[in-house]
């Protein structure tokens, strides 16, 4: 099973980016998935999260800004990210927990990092 994280780059303050990651390999079921963050110097952070029927939970500096979705016959999760400020510069990692097969128990999975700079 992997997560790939893509999307990343770099965007001006005031800008917008859209962050995909996508579950693949041997999977039977994903459940939560979401975004998580570090930036330089700093401790990986919550950023959204979604379930599978469609509950998200935002860090409070994101809300009303990024935007997570999910597109459950792809096993990807998306996160629309618009009104970027600079203090949304950090490498951006998806997670998920995936069933690899029935009657086993979910496993959290790792993406790698895609880096998000915001600067002019």
């Known amino acids: 099973v992997q997560l790939q994280a893509s999307g990343g780059g770099l965007a001006q303050p005031g800008g917008s980016l859209r962050l995909s990651c996508a579950a693949s390999g041997s999977i039977s079921n994903v459940g939560g998935m979401g975004w998580y963050r570090q930036a330089p110097g700093k401790q990986r952070e919550l950023v959204a999260t979604l379930t599978r029927g469609g509950s998200a939970n935002y860090e409070d500096s994101v809300k009303g800004r990024f935007t997570i979705s999910r597109d459950n016959a792809k096993n990807t999760a998306y996160l629309q990210m618009n009104s970027l400020k600079a203090e949304d510069t950090a490498i951006y990692y998806c997670?998920?927990?995936?069933?690899?097969?029935?009657?086993?128990?979910?496993?959290?999975?790792w993406g790698q990092g895609t880096l998000v700079t915001v600067s002019s």
């Open positions: 997670n998920a927990d995936i069933l690899v097969r029935t009657g086993s128990p979910y496993r959290n999975y």
